[in-house]
């Protein structure tokens, strides 16, 4: 397979401050490629030094096979990016943003434009200034579909967007893919990942903890559960199920990890008395911290 994208030892100190330290990935033509991590830990700099928005500290990365630094213009051609921060010109509305980004194309084609200005149920009209975040966003979204890009990169793509808007925005980027079309997705958020991700890598600190497939970083994810009893807590009768650790009695109320299958635990809680039962997905950062505990993290 061909790779699109190639960080080789990719290191970005900001002076004493780490960015990302000894990055190596490789992105393969045509696939959803998935970078997790909590807030802080690096993607948006590796991002930045893909693009060349930014100069890494040392290595190198290279996007359709030329390096970052050595011909931008060229790589960012073939690119369409959403940035974490996404701000614009306040007083153009949102046609003339996407005609201004668009002329800076060479121009699009003005019928998949409307097309995406319709699915994505944006007022042209207003200005940017007007906008709420989730519009913004549809803007920005907008901006990196519309010249029909050979890679998307997407920092943090859904931020503002309400359910519905994110599902109408993961349709058109599986359209895209089969047109050929690669996409580098940045995400703190772990089903957002799940649903739409060939591969993943997760960063941590800077640095690559883990690099797999979508099957293999379900091994990760895990339930909350909080059981509310009517009497006595019966904590033995959860010790021995299968996935089930970190259990916690406090008065009437019986909390536990539940990686894999939830349903031993829902089986075992049927044979008592219950006031509630609360299951909740955690966030990656609560994910990481289970998972790997605060201590350094080695590379696998």
């Known amino acids: 397979m061909t790779a699109i994208i190639e960080i080789e030892k990719l290191t970005k100190w900001y002076g004493k401050s780490r960015g990302?330290?000894?990055?190596?990935?490789a992105v393969e033509k045509?696939?959803?490629?998935?970078?997790?991590?909590?807030?802080?830990?690096?993607?948006?700099?590796?991002?930045?030094?893909?693009?060349?928005?930014?100069?890494?500290?040392?290595?190198?990365?290279?996007v359709f096979g030329i390096e970052s630094s050595a011909d931008p213009v060229a790589i960012h051609r073939r690119v369409g990016y959403i940035p974490g921060e996404f701000t614009l010109y306040d007083r153009l509305t949102g046609k003339q943003t996407l005609e201004y980004f668009a002329n800076l194309r060479g121009g699009v084609d003005p019928v998949y434009q409307a097309s995406l200005i319709e699915r994505f149920e944006l007022d042209p009209s207003r200005r940017f200034r007007e906008y709420s975040k989730g519009n913004k966003q549809k803007v920005g979204a907008i901006i990196a579909l519309q010249h029909r890009p050979e890679l998307l990169v997407l920092d943090e793509p859904t931020s503002g967007l309400d359910p519905l808007v994110q599902q109408t925005f993961f349709s058109t980027l599986r359209e895209t893919v089969v047109d050929g079309a690669t996409v580098f997705l940045s995400s703190h958020i772990l089903s957002e990942v799940e649903k739409s991700c060939d591969r993943v890598a997760i960063i941590r600190e800077g640095r690559l903890v883990k690099l797999d497939t979508v099957e293999g970083l379900r091994d990760l994810a895990h339930h909350q559960v909080e059981l509310r009893f009517a009497g006595p807590v019966p904590i033995a009768a959860f010790e021995a199920l299968p996935g089930v650790s970190d259990l916690v009695a406090d008065d009437h109320v019986l909390r536990m990890r539940v990686a894999g299958a939830i349903t031993p635990v829902v089986q075992a809680a049927a044979q008592y008395e219950l006031l509630d039962f609360v299951s909740r997905e955690p966030s990656l950062e609560e994910t990481f911290l289970a998972q790997y505990g605060r201590e350094a993290v080695e590379v696998d």
């Open 20 to 25: 990302i330290t000894d990055l190596d990935l």
């Open 30 to 62: 045509g696939e959803v490629f998935g970078f997790l991590g909590p807030n802080g830990a690096g993607k948006t700099t590796t991002i930045r030094t893909m693009l060349d928005l930014i100069r890494p500290t040392s290595g190198r990365a290279l």
